[in-house]
């Protein structure tokens, strides 16, 4: 039976200490507002830290800026099982004369400094593929299932499955959903991300974190009927537009139906 983590917000903080909701993990990266709700979010659970502020990624060119010591500090202070680590890499990380052999070649240098240096098991997350993304990230294209699993299995790291990042990734290349995601390396999924996808304003597939509807859920339960994940992580705390109450009932019907699947 796997555990649930949800994204941090004062609405969850709410649901779980009047215990209208049990979660196993509250789910947040180490910069923004992290210090200032730190202990709080200790105080209720476990901590799954994903991210040091640095958008750190597997072919990031600036690799010396992560620092390790201090991302092994907060992994004991927060209890956190793994930490995570975007598979991707940006067009800024790339100089002209890297080739497409050159990326994996990168991506594996520093993917085993990674896993020398934290104390934690490393897992790698699938990234999205759109137009939005690349302008918001810079991301060079690197989202195909060949491109996913030859990462994975040759650096022998398991696998965060965001399935609205795959969602769009094939949405965008007009690829089958089911066809794509079996063909990722599920055997080696620990934890899911899920949440609502939605489209940007110019109509283009894209990841605002809204909550879950039915064909969410419906290729949650597909996916499951294939990967075995320790964790399933809600990627919801709410969007600008939506009150306080709507937030709160939507994280309460989220959460409560997640842990019934």
């Known amino acids: 039976m796997y555990k649930i983590g949800c994204n941090w ?3 969850l903080f709410d649901l779980v200490t009047t215990k209208q909701v049990n979660i196993d993990y509250i789910k947040t990266g180490a910069f923004g507002e ?4 730190f202990d709080t979010m200790r105080s209720l659970r476990p901590v799954l830290l994903h991210g040091l502020g640095h958008y750190e990624r597997a072919g990031m060119k600036n690799i010396d800026i992560v620092d390790f010591k201090r991302a092994n500090r ?3 202070e927060c209890g956190s099982p793994h930490y995570g680590l975007h598979l991707a890499i940006t067009n800024a990380d790339m100089s002209p004369s890297m080739s497409e052999e050159d990326i994996p ?3 594996f240098e520093h993917i085993q400094v990674f896993k020398k240096n934290l104390t934690v098991p490393l897992l790698l997350e699938n990234i999205p593929e759109a137009p939005q993304e690349k302008v918001l990230y810079d991301h060079y294209p690197y989202s195909g299932p060949e491109q996913i699993s030859r990462i994975i299995n040759d ?3 398991d696998m965060i499955l965001d399935i609205t990042h795959a969602k769009i990734v094939t949405i965008h290349r007009g690829w089958n959903i089911h066809d794509y995601l ?3 390396p599920l055997e080696r999924v620990r934890e899911i991300h899920v949440n609502g996808s939605g489209h940007d304003e110019n109509g283009f597939p894209d990841d605002p974190h809204n909550a879950m509807g039915g064909e969410d859920y419906a290729l949650l339960d597909w996916v499951l009927k294939y990967t075995n994940p320790n964790i399933i992580s809600l990627e919801y705390n709410g969007t600008p537009s939506e009150p306080p109450e709507v937030i709160s009932e939507n994280l309460l019907i989220q959460l409560k139906r997640l842990s019934q699947l």
Do not use: G, T
């Open 9 to 11: 917000s004062e609405a």
């Open 34 to 37: 992290f210090d200032k709700y």
């Open 74 to 76: 907060l992994i004991a």
């Open 105 to 107: 070649k990168r991506m």
């Open 155 to 157: 650096n022998d790291v």
């Open 182 to 184: 079996r063909a990722l």
